[in-house]
C-alpha cells in the first residue's frame, strides 16, 4: 500500500517536471530518481562500484549541478543526476557482482583510474570487504556443526526420503512440487548418498550414510539469505548501516539458523524468495535504462527466481503474487508516461510476460518434465494417480500390461474413478453408523491398491458360476444388467433412496446381500460412454457409467472425507442428478479371468499436458487434505511473530541431544516492535505528505526511503503472512520463517532511517552525528549478545532442561510454552 | 422576532409521489396475505425456538449470528402478545391459535417492503435520473426472491435493509458533506450510518462485509479530506474526529448494547448452560446457581467436589470414575493396567464426586476450621463412590498411546505401585499462594512421579468404556491449553468419615444460599467468545448449494410444502433480474477499466463529474455486490441460496445505473437512445413476465398440476416438488 502511494507520489512529481524531451534514451531518465542524504557525504551512493563510476564521469565543472540537483527527490534532484549519468554508469559493475565477487574484484583491479581516485577506491573496497564479511559470517554460522546431531531431525525423515526416491528412481507422491526434492536428491548424489538409508523415523542414527551433501546444500543455500538480504536492503535504503543492520538480525537469528541446517525445503524456498525480490529490487533500480542488458539480466533472473520459489513449494505463490503487484504498478506508471508511445509500453508489457511468465512457466514445467523422466519405476504413490499413468511406470502392474482386453462375465475387476485422487471403489467389513442411512456394510473409494478393492461381475439374475469351465464365456455388452460382488465379503453394490452421509441430495450406496443374494436394488445397469449398444466394453479405455436401475441414479464418489468410521476414506453416492462429470464416470483397471487370454496392452499414453494436469490436481487436493485433526495441537499463525512456541526438531529429555527450532527472542520482538512502529511513522509521514507540509530535503528523502523502501519490505511481510489465516490446513512455525526475512529487512529499513530523523532533529547538539552510530552500533551488539546466550538452541544441547538451574540455559526460558 | 405575524405562516409540503407509490406497493407485495401459510416454514422453526426462549426469558446460544436479529423478530412476537408456548420441531407444522403469526412475521416484511423506496433514493442521491431510481425500485419489488424471505419470519430481509440504509445514510451525509458539513441533517446522516451498520452486525455476521465497505469508502473520502488544503487543520481533525466516534465508537457501543440488552432479558438457565463456564451459569437465575448457592468458596482438604473440563469439547463433561476396570489386552493387542476407569462423562452423576485428601493425614472429612488448600499444594483425589484414588503410571492410554492411562488405583499385588499424588497448579491466579476457589479457579492437577498433566483427550473410547470421553496423562505439556484444565463446580465439605455414610452423603442434594455475579463486560467477553467458536457440527443439508451455483441461479430451497394440495413454497429468484444483474456487474467492469486505462493516456471519455458519479456508484455498488458474495468462497460452513440475496440487492441497484449510462454515454444518436430504450422496456416486460408466472411458488397461495410444475421447472438443478399419487 505504502509503496504503492510512494511511486504514485513519484508519479505526481515526474508530471510536474517541465516536459522532457522526446529522444528516448534521456526521456526515460526523468522517472526514476536517486536517493540522496545531503548530511551524509560519507555516503557516495546507492552502489558500491557505481558510486565510484558515477563520481569517476562526472566532470569536476558539473559537480556544482549535482549538488544543486539535491533537493528533495521528489522535486528532480533525480532528474538532474540521472540525466548527467554515463550510459554505462549505474548498473554495470553489478552483473559482475553477481557473477561472482572474485570477478568483480579482477574487474575493479583492471580499472586502469587508479591513484587520483585512491580514498574512493578504499571506499569501494571497504564496502566489498563488507560484503565479503556478510557473507562468510553467514556461512560460518550456517556450516558450523553442520554434522550434528548425526540422526534424523524432523521432516528429515519426509524430505531425506523423498531425496532417496530421486535417487533410486521410485515414483512418490507428495503435496509440494518437485524442485526442492529433486536438488535434495541431486546433492545426496553428488555427494555419493546411494539411496540405501530407509529414513525411518526422526532419532535414526545416519551411520554410515552420507548425509552431509544433503545438508550441505540446504546450508549452503540457506547461507545466501544473509547476502540477499543485505543487498537487497542496501539498494532499497541506499544506507550501509541498515544493511548492516539487516545482515546482522539474519546471520544472528537462532531460527533461521536451525532451519538452514538441515535437510528441509525451506531452505531452498527462502533462498528462492530472496533471489526473487532482490532481482526484483535491482530491476526496479535499473528502470532508467530499459532493454539494456543488465535490465534484461535482473528481469529474467526474477522470473527465474519466481520459478524456483513456485517449484519448491507453492507458497512461493506469495512472492509471484508480490512481483505482480509490483509489475502491475510498473506498468501501470508507464502506461501514464505520455512521452512514451503506446508501441513502447507494448515492448514493456511484452518483455514482462515474456520473463516473467512465460519463462518461469516454461522452467516450472520443465522441473515437472524432469521429475516424471527420473521417476520412472512404480513405488509408493502410484495409488494416488489414474490408471493411464500409472502405466507409464515401470514395476506397476499396468506397465506393458497384459491383460484380457473385453469384460466378461465373471472377472475379477478394480473399478477406478476417473477423477483425480479419488481412487478405487472399495468396500470392507464395517457398516454405516446408527444414524446414517441404512445399516449396511460400507462403500467407499480408497486410494491405494488393496483386496477390498476387488469386484467380481456377475449377471444380475443368474448365480451360477460364470467361471465354470462347462459354460462358454460371455462378455459384458454396453447397455447389460449386472451386479458387482465385492470379492472379500461377498456382498453386492447396492443402493436405494435412504441419503448419503455426507451429500445428502444423493443416496446412499452400500454393500448388501449374503453371498452374492440380494435384492432387485443390485442391478445396475452398466454404459460406456459415446458408444453403441451391444458394444462390448474394453478394460482402461472405456468410460463407463454404472445406472442404478431401481432409483436410475448414477454411481459417483463426491470426493469428500468421510469421518473417522469411514475411516477417512471418500464418500461414494448415487447421484439423481444425470450430469456427466468425470466423480460419475469410471474405468475398468484391473482384469483377472482365467478364461480370457491375456493380451498386452498399448495403454493409452496421456500426453505431458495430461500428466502435468494430473499431478497438480492431486497436489491440491493433498494439501486440502492436510486438516487439523480434532484436539490435535496446532499452531496458530498469531503465535508467530510473538515466538510463543517453537518446533521440536531433535530430542525430548534431558539426556538427548536437544535442537529446538526457536527465534532469537531478542531479533523476534525487535521485529514486532518495529512493525509497529513502522505503520505509526508511515501513517504519520503519509498524513503529513498528504496536508502538503514542507520538509526539508532531507527529511523528504529519508521518508521517501521509510514508504517506499519500507513499503516495498512490508508488502512482502504481508502477503507472506496474512493468508495463513485463511487457510484451513495444519500450520506450522517454520511456515512464518520467509515473512520473517522480510519483517528482518523492514526493522533494517526502519531503525537507521529512524536514527537518522532523530539525529537530524537533534542537529544542533553537537553528538548529534553520534545517536545514529550509536544506536546502530548497539542494536548490532545486542543482537550478538543475544545469539551468544541462545545459540545452543540452534547448535544443539544436552544436559538438563532449562526449568533445571544447572542447565546453561537456566534463566532463558523467557516464555513457559518454550520447551527447551 | 414577531415577524411571523407579518407574513402568513405557510407549510409547503414536498410530496414525491414516486416514493409514496414505491412504498404502497412494496408494502401491498409484502404483506398480502401475510399469515398463510399459517404453518412453520423452512427455517422459521430455527429462528422460532428463539423466540420462544426470549418470551419465556431462558438463556440461549446461538453461534449464526449475534442477538439483534433474534430480539427483531422476538419484539415482532412481544407486541403480538406471544407467550412462547409453541414446539418448534417440524417445518410444516401448523400453527396453534395462540402464535400470532401476522405480528411475528410483520417486523421483516417491513423490512423488506421498505427496501423497496430506499432502493430507489439510493439511486437518486448516486445522481442518476429518476427514471433509473424508479426502475431499480421496480426490480427490487418484482424479485421474487426477495419478496419470499421478506415475507417469513426470517432475517435477510432485515438484514438487506440494515445495509441499504447504511449505503443511503453514508450517502445523503455525502452529499451535505459538499454543503453544509457540521450542520444538523449531516450529523444525522453521518450518526445513521453509524447506526445502520451496527445494526447490520448485530442481525448476521454478514453485516460485517458491508460495514467495512463503509468504512472503506469513508476513509477514502477522509483521506481526501486530508489533501484537502483549503481547510485548517483543526478543521480537519474535527472532521476526522466526527466519522471516527460515529463509524468507529457508536457501532462499538451499540453492539454491546444488543448484548447487554440480551443477557438482561435472558436471566434464566436454559438448555444451553452447559456450554458456557460454571461461572457463566452461576449467574442465571435456576439452573447451576440453583446447586451452587451456598456452597463454599474455598476448596478445603476434605471436600467433596466435581470437576469439570474448562475445555468442553467435543461436549462439556465431568472427571468422572467408575467400577468397571481398564479390559486387560485392547483390540489392537496393547496391554493396560487393568486398574479401574477413569473418564470424562458428560452428565451429571453421583459418581463425578471426587474428595481432596491431603496425603499426609487418612481423614477424609473437613476439620474444623477448613485447611484451605492452595497453589502448589500435593494432594490426592479420592473418588467419592469407590473411594479408590486418583493414579496415572507409565502405561500407555487406551486411546492416544503417546499419553498415560490414568486410572483410579486398584492394588492387585503386582509390581505397579500407586502413584497417586498430584500436585495443584492455578493457572488464573493473582499470587503464588492463592487458596483454590469454586467455579473461579481454573487448576491443572501435574502428577508428581511423572510430572505428566491430567487432560481430557476428546477421544471417545469404546463400549467397553460406555463411550464415554478418554482421560489421559500428558506427558510433555506442550504449553497451556484448555483440555488441561478443570474447575470445580459442585463443591461442599465432606462431614462423614464411614464410606456407607459419605455415599449416603453424595447422593443427596446440595445444600443452598448466596449468589455469585459476573460483571456484564466478563459475560460479554465470554458470550461472545463462545459464539465465535462454537462449531456446530453441520453436515450438509439437502438444500446446501455452492457460491458459484448462486450467481445463474442453479439452485433453489424448498421452503414448504401444503399439506394436502401441491400449493408450495420456494425461493427461487427471478432468473431475468438475476441474469441481467451479473451481465450488468460485467458490463461495468470492462467499461469501467476502458475508461480508467484512456483516462490514464489522458483520453477523457466522460466529463469530471459523471466520471465520479460512475465511480461512486460502482464502488458502491459493485463494491457491495463483491463484499457480500466473493468471502463465501473462503468459508466451510454450509451455504444456502439465501446467503446470496444481501449481494444481489446491490446487483439490483447498479442494473439501472449501468442502463441509464449506456443511453447518456454510449448512445450516440437519439435513434439509438429510442431503441434502447425500448429494448429497456422490452426486457423490463420479461422480468414482469417471469415474476407473476413464478408468484405461484413465492406466495404458495395456488395450487398447480404436475404439469404445471414440471413446466416450471426451467433448470434441471431446480428441485420443485411434485406430489405422487
Redo the contacts between chains.
Sequence with gaps: MLCASGRLLAAQAATTLPAPPQAPGPALHCRRRELHFPGYPELPSCDPLAGRLVRQSVPLGRRAIRRRGKMPPATGGGLAESELRPRRGRCGPQASRAAGRDVAARAAARNPKGPAWGSRRFETASRWALLALVTLLSFATRFHRLDEPPHICWDETHFGKMGSYYINRTFFFDVHPPLGKMLIGLAGYLSGYDGTFLFQKPGDKYEHHSYMGMRGLCAFLGSWLVPFAYLTVLDLSKSLSAALLTAALLTFDTGCLTLSQYILLDPILMFFIMAAMLSMVKYNSCADRPFSALWWFWLSLTGVSLAGALGVKFVGLFIILQVGLNTIADL?YL??D?SLS?VTVGKHVTARVLCLIVLPLALYTATFAVHFMVLSKSGPGDGFFSSAFQARLSGNNLHNASIPEHLAYGSEITVKNLQMAIGYLHSHRHLYPEGIGARQQQVTTYLHKDYNNLWIIKKHNTNSDPLDPSFPVEFVRHGDIIRLEHKETSRNLHSHYH?A?????HYQVTGYGINGTGDSNDFWRIEVVNRKFGNRIKVLRSRIRLIHLVTGCVLGSSGKVLPRWGWEQLEVTCTP?L?ETLNSLWNVEDHINPKLPNISLNVLQPSFPEILLESHMVMIWGNNGLKPK??E?TSKPWHWPIN??GLRFSG?NDTDFRVYLLGNPVVWWLNLLSIVLYLLSGSIIA?AM???TRVPAEVAGLSQVLLRGGGQVLLGWMLHYFPFF?M?RVLYFHHYFPAMLFSSMLTGILWDTLLRLCAWGLASWPLARGIHVVGILSLLLGTAYSFYLFHPLAYGMVGPLAQDPQSPMAGLRWL??W?F | MWGFLKRPVVVTADINLHLVALTGMGLLSRLWQLTYPRAVVFDEVYYGQYISFYMKRIFFLDDSGPPFGHMVLALGGYLGGFDGNFLWNRIGAEYSSNVPVWSLRLLPALAGALSVPMAYQIVLELHFSHCAAVGAALLMLIENALITQSRLMLLEAVLIFFNLLAVLSYLKFFNCQKQSPFSLSWWFWLTLTGVACSCAVGVKYMGVFTYMLMLVVAAVHAWHLIGDQTLSNVRVFCHLLARAVALLVIPAVLYLLFFYIHLTVLFRSGPHDQIMSSAFQASLEGGLARITQGQPLEVAFGSQVTLRSVFGKPVPCWLHSHQNTYPMIYENGRGSSHQQQVTCYPFKDVNNWWIVKDPRRHQLVVSSPPRPVRHGDMVQLVHGMTARSLNTHDVAAPMSPHSQEVSCYVDYNISMPAQNLWRLEIVNRRSDTEVWKTILSEVRFVHVNTSAVLKLSGAHLPDWGFRQLEIVGEKLSRGYHDSTVWNVEEHRYGTSQEQREREWELNSPVQVDASRNLSFMARFSELQWRMLVLRSDDSEHKYSSSPLEWVTLDTNIAYWLHPRTSAQIHLLGNIVIWVSGSLALAIYMLLFLWYLLRRRRNVHDLPQDAWLCWVLAGSLCAGGWAVNYLPFFLMEKTLFLYHYLPALTFQILLLPVVLQHISDHLCRSQLQRSVFSALVVAWYSSACHVSNTLRPLTYGDKSLSPEELKALRWKDSWDILIRKH
Design positions: 501501470w502506461f501514464g505520455l503506446l441419503e452421509p455426507l451429500t445428502r441430495k442428478y450430469k480434532d484436539n495441537f510463543y512456541q525430548v498524513v498528504q496536508r502538503g485463511l484451513g513457559d510454552s520447551e
